[in-house]
């Protein structure tokens, strides 16, 4: 595809439910990378990937959340039991590389409720 | 105290005004230092992209780097309804990959 696309594009869930996202990235990027925006608030880091590399997983605020992807393609961010604080908005996005100059390109993102 | 720091607004000018977004930062290794506008229910899609000090000038657009004083600012020109938008400032650089964002400036241009 032209963009970044994830899926879906709205999720509500009740808390203590398990949930998955999905991020198809750009064809071609190494780099794929996990935010969350919290309303009114900025892009916080979760979690990426380069190429085979071991992902950076410094962001994710629990072990209620995780992420997998495979290759160079798809990847599903889970979080488990969720809470209400986990309502946001989660935004994929890719890039060529990851190096420090890489320009990211984002998704439209997840809206995720947590009831 | 935040690595970036950014005034959220919402800031309102009337079309056709000059409009001043500015960040700050403590890192004092970031290089790569990057302007994404986003719309309501849109990701962030990247604007401007500077590298080290200076200016950088794009259409009605302007970046300036300040790293002595660890100070950003987005300028646009001519302001248009169509530019309202929340508008985020980022950057890496030093031992991270990582972006670093702040929280946004929501910016509405009043017809």
């Known amino acids: 595809g032209a963009g970044v696309s994830q899926s879906p594009s709205n999720k509500v869930t009740e808390k203590g439910k398990d949930v998955e996202l999905r991020c198809d990235p750009i064809s071609g990027h190494t780099a794929l990378y996990w935010y969350r925006q919290r309303l009114g608030q900025g892009l916080e880091f979760l979690i990426y990937f380069q190429g085979n590399s071991a992902p950076d997983k410094s962001g994710l605020p629990s072990d209620r959340f995780s992420a997998e992807r495979t290759g160079e393609s798809v990847s599903t961010l889970t979080i488990q039991r969720t809470q209400q604080e986990d309502s946001a908005v989660y935004l994929c996005?890719?890039?060529?590389?990851?190096?420090?100059?890489?320009?990211?390109?984002f998704g439209s993102g997840t809206q995720l409720s947590v009831l | 105290q935040k690595e970036v720091e950014q005034d959220p607004g919402p800031l309102s000018v009337p079309e056709g005004a000059i409009v001043s977004l500015n960040c700050t930062y403590s890192n004092s290794a970031f290089q790569y230092f990057m302007w994404y506008r986003q719309y309501s229910r849109k990701g962030p899609e990247l604007l401007m992209y500077t590298y080290s000090s200076g200016n950088k000038e794009d259409g009605r657009f302007t970046a300036q780097v300040d790293k002595s004083s660890k100070y950003i600012s987005l300028f646009i020109r001519d302001s248009q309804p169509s530019d309202s938008a929340t508008y985020l400032c980022?950057?890496?650089?030093?031992?991270?990959?990582?972006?670093?964002f702040g929280t946004g400036t929501l910016l509405a241009v009043q017809p």
């Open positions: 980022a950057m890496s650089g030093g031992a991270t990959n990582k972006l670093i």
């Open positions: 996005a890719s890039s060529l590389d990851a190096g420090t100059d890489e320009k990211l390109f």
